[in-house]
């Protein structure tokens, strides 16, 4: 039982890995990509995961945007 839930956790931290790459570096495209591939419930699911991962790199590039403008400030003087 103890290796099942060890597992278990092993595969949601390494899934939670996979979704945080993959909505860093592409957002939302390629899990609806793959929505649309499996379809059904899951399909639906794997939409409401693409829409946070748009609202996840959206998010980044706002911020490294920022970072940026910052970077070309503190160079000017």
């Known amino acids: 039982m103890f290796k099942f839930l060890r597992r278990l956790g092993c595969l949601s931290v390494i899934a939670i890995i996979i979704f945080f790459f993959i909505a860093f570096t592409s957002g939302g495209d390629r899990l609806r990509w793959a929505g649309e591939k499996v379809g ?38």
């Open 40 to 77: 059904g419930v899951l399909q639906e699911a794997i939409n409401s995961l693409a829409d946070k991962a748009d609202e996840l790199k959206g998010k980044k590039d706002k911020s490294f945007g920022k970072a940026k403008e910052l970077g070309e400030k503190s160079k000017g003087e």
